[in-house]
């Protein structure tokens, strides 16, 4: 990660009305009102009924981009995804809120250390276990989800998590949230919208699975509480905003000065006493304002060309937050005629192709409108953004890091 002590934000990194606000429920999210719509059936997967019934239309037709082969590689990556935690339900599977294999003698006897020591090594470990990105934020409730399909997530005063007939207990003790952010691969999304790009969030699925699982594993052998997620339990976008991954983006992704859009995100919540992170300001809200790349490119207009604003597009939007807002259920039609996911938000995203950041990290403080990097956005934004070198004498941050994941 490039160092963020530079970034840090200096005014609030969520902007909310606190009288509209209310924590977001799950049966509120697009793949179940779509999945409602379409079925008659409350479910996260119900979605797919119609996605699937295009992609065996697209197999038995053979089409450029979307052949039996193509389809294939998408099942193999998604897999472990599936067998770890089917993009998570809470407390399913090897996302089982309690230890899975710790002994027992280990389960309460926490391990001391000072919290420098300790995030430094949990970070490591993260990264061990295949986080490209790692960072801890304050567990903020808003984040949480208000409920899952059945049952409503509560905070009470309770030795360990638990899920209970009627709701799914997190220790009032769990305070922090570990983010992770596992890349994709650049030239597969770069597909979109062909079934590779599907193959590329769905190895990112498999791969968050395994980080989460892995790192929550290892923080419960050493005595402490840890709740792996994926996309359940809690928000990851903001929690990421939080964690100082990155800032978010007009198209609603998050968007990190490494990857750009190009990551999953998978967290941890727990008690471990560990340092938080602060978000970081690295000039995308000023960057997107003028830049529409994801807006063209986007097959169901589906993002924003407005100001960012506390007015919801549709009932899968959280009300009471200033943000672009996706018209959700219009993207997931998308998915479902184009029978896999849609990745062309992030792959136009001149972020996800990556430059230096001689320029965008430099100008923080810069209040003219149309900068250099803006109009090439404009003059490019058809064409890609290749990588340029740093060439002048400035002590700019210029990122060495490969942008294309596994
Ligand atoms: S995933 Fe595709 S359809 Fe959905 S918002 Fe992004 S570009 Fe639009
Ligand atoms: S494509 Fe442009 S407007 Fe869209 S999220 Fe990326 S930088 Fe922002």
């Not at 300790?118 to 934020?137: F, S």
């Not at 009471?320 to 005629?337: M, P, S, Y």
């Amino acid at each position: 990660m490039i160092p963020r002590e530079r970034h840090h934000r200096k005014d609030p990194a969520h902007r909310i009305d606190e009288s509209r606000y209310r924590r977001f429920s799950v049966e509120n999210q697009a793949f179940v009102t779509v999945g409602m719509q379409d079925t008659g059936k409350k479910g996260i997967l119900h979605f797919t009924e119609k996605m699937f019934a295009n992609m065996m239309a697209n197999i038995y037709s053979d089409v450029p981009g979307n052949s039996r082969l193509d389809y294939a590689a998408d099942l193999g990556a998604n897999a472990l995804n599936l067998i770890l935690g089917s993009y998570g339900f809470p407390n399913s599977r090897f996302l089982a809120w309690n230890p899975l294999f710790v002994p027992e003698p280990l389960r309460h006897r926490k391990w001391e250390a000072g919290a420098g020591d300790m995030t430094r090594i949990v970070k490591a470990q993260a990264r061990l276990y295949g986080a490209d990105l790692v960072g801890v934020a304050r567990l903020d409730s808003k984040w949480v989800y208000a409920e899952d399909l059945e049952k409503p997530f509560v905070f009470e005063n309770a030795d360990d998590p638990s899920e209970e007939r009627d709701r799914f207990v997190i220790p009032a003790s769990v305070q922090t949230a570990i983010v992770i952010a596992v890349a994709m691969n650049q030239e597969l999304i770069e597909a979109s919208p062909a079934a590779a790009s599907s193959t590329a969030a769905s190895l990112g699925y498999s791969r968050m699975a395994i980080s989460a699982v892995s790192l929550a594993e290892f923080i419960r052998s050493l005595g402490y509480t840890a709740i792996p997620c994926m996309n359940d339990t809690a928000l990851s976008i903001p929690l990421a905003i939080d964690a100082g991954l990155g800032e978010l983006g007009r198209h609603g992704l998050l968007i990190t000065p490494e990857f750009g859009s190009n990551v999953r995100l998978c967290k941890v919540l727990t008690n471990m006493p560990l340092l938080a992170d602060s978000p970081v300001d690295f000039g995308i809200a000023r960057f997107c304002r003028n830049c529409l790349a994801c807006v063209d490119h986007c097959p169901s207009k589906s993002i924003s060309a407005g100001e960012p604003s506390f007015e919801v597009a549709c009932a899968n939007n959280n009300p009471g937050v200033e943000k672009w807002t996706i018209d959700a259920e219009a993207c997931l039609r998308f998915w479902q005629e184009n029978g896999h996911s849609c990745a062309n938000c992030i792959a136009v995203c001149p972020f996800t192709a990556g430059f230096d950041f001689t320029h965008c990290l430099e100008c923080v403080d810069c209040d003219s409108e149309g900068c250099g990097l803006q109009e090439i956005s404009y003059l490019r934004k058809k064409h890609g953004y290749p990588t340029r070198s740093n060439d002048d004498d400035s002590d700019a941050l210029v990122s060495p890091l490969s942008r294309r994941g596994l």
